[in-house]
T-cell receptor, first 118, second 105 residues
């Protein structure tokens, strides 16, 4: 059974870069069938799609975040990562990694809370 | 960019039918999905590709999508169905979520 687990710093200072990793178990990130994605949810607010990456390396991003976001894969570790630059308080959120299949995110991690504060 | 609009809240009495709408330009030409999220939990898909139910999702959950509106219908709503519900669609290579609807039972 596919499982995803996010890991990250918990607290990031304003203007710095947020880096998160999603560890994949029960499946291979190199599987040609899938994208691997990131979604976030600010406290008390709705879901916001950040982006996803295809096994081939092609990545697609939310236009509103595109200038600050990079998603990458590490096949040797069976992980994929998110980098978000120049963070502000508005980037405070629970960050989820998730896998879409058949146009829907059918597998999610538990999420990791990231706070942006000095 | 593409936008999906949901009502902020819907109320329903136990045993009655709840309908949650999701509006977007030509949404009927795309596949719509619906997620249920309870406090402190990750979202769970309840409907995908407009009307399909994943295994383990009760039959009381159903979906439709036509024109500019997708609809999630919960028949015989139970107290355990009280949650936030989000619609989602793919627009070219990007994904869009609706703003979410709080269902109160």
């Amino acid at each position: 059974q596919l499982q995803l687990q996010e890991s990250g710093p918990g607290l990031v200072k304003p203007s710095e870069t947020l880096s998160l990793t999603c560890s994949v178990s029960g499946g291979s990130i190199s599987d040609s069938s899938y994208y691997w994605g990131w979604i976030r949810q600010p406290p008390g607010k709705g879901l916001e799609w950040i982006g996803h990456i295809y096994y081939s390396g092609s990545a697609y991003y939310n236009p509103s975040l595109k200038s600050r976001v990079t998603i990458s894969t590490d096949t040797s570790k069976n992980q994929f990562s998110l980098e978000l630059t120049s963070v502000t308080a508005a980037d405070t959120a629970v960050y989820y990694c998730a896998r879409p299949m058949a146009n829907v995110y059918d597998t999610w991690g538990h999420g990791t809370m990231i706070s942006v504060a000095s | 960019s593409y936008k999906l609009t949901q009502p902020p809240s819907v109320s329903v009495s136990p045993g009655q039918t709840a309908s949650i709408t999701c509006a977007g330009d030509d949404l009927g030409d795309k596949f719509a999905a619906w997620y249920q999220q309870k406090p402190g939990q990750s979202p769970v898909v309840v409907i995908y590709q407009d009307y399909k139910r994943p295994s383990g999702i009760p039959e009381r959950f159903s979906g439709s999508n036509s024109g500019n509106t997708a609809t999630l219908t919960i028949s015989g709503t139970q107290a355990m169905d009280e949650a936030d519900y989000y619609c989602q669609a793919w627009d070219t290579n990007t994904v869009v979520f609706g703003g979410g609807t709080k269902l109160t039972v």
